[in-house]
């Protein structure tokens, strides 16, 4: 299965993509960060986003995309352009008929690192282990991408098993 996972931003976007076989093992394929300038009109962001997110999409040829879920924030304005460039990588993904799953930060650092309370300099350390990289994934938006993909892929690896099954053994779910 191959997992394209994104940590949404309007500034910085970032973007992992694993393949993960049927015994969970994680091989990293890609990671990048979508920038744009904050000196740019909201519209022609959300373009350059769409656009960007568009081409790597169709270059990774994913069988899912995980996005991170918004989750309530103090500051609304960094909420608002998290929920507008989560929405932009959910319409590309429905444009390519990619099925969506969505996380929230602490589900992703429970499964990475075994705390949903882990920081952002543990997260990229566990998965910099967990996928064997020479040098920690960097900003932190990269890292945090390629966490969201191996949650999912750990996750979404179980599931599809019992699926699986299910249909090898004629049960209907």
Known sequence: ????????????????????DNRRKATFVHVNVIRTEATLE?????????????????QMKPDVIVIERVFSQLNVRTAMSTAQASAVAMLAAHQRDLPVVMYTPTEV?????????????????????HLNLAELPKPADAADALALALCHGWRGVGQQR????????????
Do not use: N, Y
């Open 162 to 173: 019992i699926v699986d099954q299910a249909i090898k053994f004629g049960i209907k779910i």
């Open 109 to 129: 650092k429970a499964a990475v690192t075994g705390s949903g309370r882990a920081d952002k300099k543990q997260v990229t350390q566990m998965v910099a282990r």
């Open 42 to 58: 909201l519209a022609h962001r959300l373009g350059i986003l769409a656009e960007q997110l568009s081409i790597e999409i169709d």
């Open 1 to 20: 299965m191959r997992v394209f996972g994104v940590d949404p931003g309007l500034t910085r976007c970032g973007v992992g993509v694993l393949d993960v």
